[in-house]
């Protein structure tokens, strides 16, 4: 029985050749039009694991509390960030990526626990900012707190990362994440307003 990998206990760069890996399987034999539009999407998913590690670096505490493995969810963001778009080329692409991520042929690439591999399909299913919040409580590593606190992370990032109307993307981004921002008492105002309507230093 081959041994599986704990998310915590891997590196960044060890993380970033996982979803390389993945990204290829899936660029594979496309058309060049679709090629194309995954590789820009890939290139995407980089930009929005940098953010996400800097909004969990500068603003952990508002967005998940104290009562968590650090690493583990440092880790898990990461990855998550990494592939989020994964079948961004498919319509209802966030549910279709957590499948993907959950396929069998994508397990022995990833090698990681069950565990770990539910939490990542989670957030990658949540990371569309209108997407149900009770997929928050389907974990069993994770509080339901830190959970969301990390869906709304990546979902502000990858508003961070568009080129184009950041003002409104983030302010979508609120307004359809009300809901787990409410239930979970998430603060965000200041975060949003110091990087988005101020210098905006991501």
Avoid: P
């Avoid at 299913?125 to 709304?152: C, Q």
């Amino acid at each position: 029985m081959v041994k599986k990998n704990s998310l915590e206990n891997l590196s960044k760069k060890q993380l970033s050749d996982i979803s390389t890996e993945l990204w290829n399987k899936r660029i594979e034999n496309k058309s060049i039009e679709v090629a194309d539009l995954l590789v820009r999407k890939k290139d995407h998913c980089n930009d929005v694991a940098e953010k996400s590690l800097k909004l969990l670096s500068t603003y952990s505490q508002i967005l998940l509390g104290k009562d968590y493995n650090e690493k583990y969810i440092e880790n898990l963001i990461y990855f998550s960030s990494l592939i989020h778009d994964i079948k961004r080329d498919k319509r209802k692409h966030h549910i279709k990526g957590a499948q993907f991520i959950k396929g069998e042929k994508q397990k022995k690439i990833i090698m990681l626990t069950e565990d770990d591999i539910a939490n990542i399909a989670i957030i990658i299913e949540s990371h569309n900012s209108g997407t149900d919040i009770s997929m928050v409580n389907k974990n069993k590593v994770i509080s339901a707190r830190v959970m969301a606190g990390s869906i709304l992370i990546i979902r502000l990032a990858d508003k961070l990362a568009k080129t184009k109307n950041i003002k409104e993307h983030i302010q979508k981004c609120r307004t359809e994440s009300k809901q787990l921002i409410n239930k979970y008492n998430i603060k965000i105002d200041a975060l949003i307003e110091k990087e988005v309507f101020g210098r905006r230093e991501l």
